[in-house]
């Protein structure tokens, strides 16, 4: 059989770059901040998200971090950003650079294909 036919989830990579008032907090208060300021709004006013936290500020100097995030449809992922934008996250602590939203094996689903992916062990 081709291609998963259910929904797909909608996967989101957020660019984005901290901000002065980010960097001024030592990692205990960034650690506070994100579990006392940021997540409960995100539980609050969604469900059917979850994250995954990319560090780049190593490699690029325009995009710092890469938030990755899975909504279980686009009426989930629109509550995430609603959320996020109402806490201090949102052009306080980072500027969001860009947002890159798409579905995996899209193509494989419009085209009835088996995905192509790569697998190494």
């Given at each position: 059989?081709?291609?998963?036919?259910?929904?797909?989830?909608?996967?989101?990579?957020?660019?984005?770059?901290?901000?002065?008032?980010?960097?001024?907090?030592?990692?205990?208060?960034?650690?506070?901040?994100l579990?006392?300021?940021?997540?409960?709004?995100?539980?609050?006013?969604?469900t059917?998200?979850?994250s995954?936290?990319?560090?780049?500020?190593?490699?690029s100097?325009?995009?710092?971090d890469?938030?990755?995030?899975?909504a279980?449809?686009?009426?989930?992922?629109?509550?995430?950003i609603?959320?996020?934008?109402?806490?201090p996250?949102?052009?306080r602590?980072?500027?969001?650079v860009?947002?890159?939203?798409?579905?995996e094996?899209?193509?494989?689903?419009t085209?009835?294909?088996d995905?192509?992916?790569s697998?190494?062990?």
């Amino acid at each position: 059989m081709a291609a998963d036919q259910t929904t797909p989830p909608v996967t989101a990579f957020m660019l984005i770059k901290t901000m002065p008032e980010w960097l001024a907090m030592t990692p205990e208060e960034r650690a506070t901040a994100l579990s006392t300021e940021v997540m409960p709004a995100v539980k609050a006013k969604t469900t059917g998200v979850r994250s995954r936290f990319y560090d780049t500020e190593f490699y690029s100097t325009r995009v710092t971090d890469v938030w990755v995030w899975e909504a279980e449809d686009h009426n989930a992922y629109q509550l995430l950003i609603d959320a996020l934008r109402e806490t201090p996250f949102w052009d306080r602590y980072f500027q969001v650079v860009d947002l890159l939203v798409g579905t995996e094996n899209g193509y494989a689903r419009t085209y009835n294909m088996d995905p192509v992916a790569s697998i190494t062990t």
